[in-house]
């Protein structure tokens, strides 16, 4: 049974715009939200990044702004998200969604001057989407009244969770007007959430799309072991990538300082490659991310700054240079490929350091991720002698100083398919270790930076970095990116 974008209570102007986006039918969140939020109800929608989610709010919240006006610093709806990329990746789709509907926005995040959001809220919008530190940055200075806001949409709840946000998200919703409709997504339903949501949501309807720990079915998974160290590591990860058919990769980093080092090495023999992580600035963040959007290069090496929400057409293979030491890192990094129905590949270098956190991740996905050797065969599937068998290999191959011998592919092995946990929103793992541990002592306190300023209304000055920043000591330089500025920055 498959219902048509038609029947969803949408208007002709949407209709349009989405027709232009070359979507044939609504995915089931969109099915299942967009009449739901068009009728005003509460609604908590559990659902992942890659199910369609954001034009699950976006779509309907258009529809319902098209009649009305906004006044000045009175926007009429507001959208948080954890973090700037996925706030400008959401603003994203209010142009492709809205280009029929004459509606204003505003981007509220962070790392970005005060002075040009200021005037454009002044001016008045429709939409306000923001990262909450920037948006109490806002409310502080007395630029934005929140009176007038009939839509609130809390994307990615359990990673403003996991971020330590939830205390600013508390002092948001009680800005608010009491009449309004609140939209909460969250990729799992932590008790923390739901107590959010029993509070400041009216009779909310539960849309489901998919439950927590479910299979991602489009990921094919695959474990290459490496005996050694980084050396043999880089040369395992170049064996890979010219033995695969990479279209674009993500390659993931425990840590920033190797982040840099492995995205050298990979520019010194010759790879199209970039890097991202916490510790850039802002615009280059976003400058090195739409790059790579727009294929400008292949290969991004990342912290886990990009592990969670960022949405990348056709992501051909994620792979982890480092077995992330948090299971859940683990799940959201390799649900950057895979996405919208695309299929993707997820390859997982691991030396025998990484057990324990192999054991944690194969518990948490609730299946064994197959051994292959570099050159695709399947690998014996007994730790030791896996190692010994793929370090054999992987010598070899390095040895050869990277000709194209390796053809690791998990197809060919029968790999085992992902189970992945609903993913996504964003960023760090490491990099937001406070936080997570708040989460598990169940007793958010105020981050530390608050604590030195006396006026406890007082939000954080700057949203996600601040955290990842302490906690990701490294002081390397980036790689140059150029001169071009992708078109999604030019709001
Ligand atoms: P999201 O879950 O919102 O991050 O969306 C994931 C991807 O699915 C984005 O690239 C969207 O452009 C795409 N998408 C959203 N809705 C549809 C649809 N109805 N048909 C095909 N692709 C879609």
Redesign the pocket.
């Known amino acids: 049974m498959s219902i048509s974008f038609d029947e969803l209570g949408l208007g002709q102007s949407v209709l349009n715009a989405v027709s232009d ?1 070359g ?5 089931e969140i ?1 099915a299942q939200a967009i009449p739901l939020v068009l009728t005003g109800q509460d609604m908590i929608g559990v659902a992942q ?7 699950s709010f976006t779509l309907p919240m258009i529809e319902k702004l098209s009649t009305g006006r906004a006044r000045a610093r009175m926007p009429r709806s507001l959208i948080l998200e954890p973090t700037r990329e996925l706030a400008a990746q959401v603003a994203d789709n209010f142009d492709v969604y809205g280009k029929y509907s004459k509606l204003t926005k505003a981007l509220l995040i962070g790392g970005v001057a005060f002075a040009e959001q200021e005037a454009k809220l002044t001016r008045g919008v429709d939409v306000l989407i923001a990262t909450p530190g920037r948006l109490l940055d806002h409310l502080e200075r007395g630029k934005i009244l929140l009176a007038d806001i009939k839509t609130f949409v809390i994307d990615e709840a359990d990673r403003m969770l996991d971020m330590g946000f939830i205390p600013d998200v508390e002092r948001i919703f009680k800005l608010l007007p009491k009449t309004r409709q609140t939209l909460m997504f969250s990729a799992t339903m932590p008790a923390e959430i739901r107590r959010l949501s029993k509070t400041y949501l009216k009779d909310p309807l539960q849309v489901e799309v998919a439950p927590p720990a479910t299979t991602s079915k489009n990921i094919t998974q695959a474990l290459v072991t490496i005996r050694g160290s980084h050396k043999e590591k880089r040369a395992a990860l170049r064996d890979l990538i010219r033995g695969e058919n990479v279209s674009n990769a993500l390659i993931f980093c425990n840590r920033k300082r190797d982040v840099t080092i492995v995205a050298n090495s990979l520019s010194r023999h010759g790879f199209d490659v970039a890097s991202l992580h916490g510790d850039m600035a802002q615009s280059l963040r976003m400058e090195t991310l739409g790059r790579f959007k727009n294929g400008d290069f292949k290969l991004m090496v990342a912290s886990d700054v990009a592990a969670r929400g960022l ?1 990348i ?1 056709n992501m051909s293979h994620v792979i982890n240079y480092d077995v992330p030491s948090h299971a859940e890192d683990y799940v959201h990094r390799i649900g950057r490929t895979g ?2 129905g695309n299929t993707g590949h997820a390859f997982t270098l691991s030396t025998s350091e990484d057990r324990k956190y192999l054991a944690a991740i194969e518990n948490l996905i609730g299946e064994k991720i197959s051994r292959v050797n570099l050159d695709g065969t399947k690998a014996d599937p007994e730790p030791a002698n896996a190692e010994k068998n793929v370090a054999q290999k992987s010598h070899r191959s390095s040895s050869n100083s990277g000709k194209a011998q390796a053809t690791a592919n998990p197809r060919r092995a029968d790999t085992a398919r992902g189970r992945a946990k609903p993913d996504d929103s964003e960023q760090q793992s490491k990099e937001t270790k406070a936080p997570r541990s708040r989460q598990r002592n169940d007793r958010p306190t105020e981050p530390a930076r608050r604590q030195d300023k006396p006026t406890v209304d007082h939000p954080r000055k700057s949203d996600e970095g601040r955290n990842r920043r302490n906690a990701e000591k490294d002081t390397e330089n980036v790689v140059g990116l150029g001169d071009h500025v992708p078109n999604f920055l030019r709001r």
């Open positions: 986006s979507y044939t039918e609504p995915t969109q990044t890659g199910t369609g989610k954001t034009a949405d057409v996405r919208a």
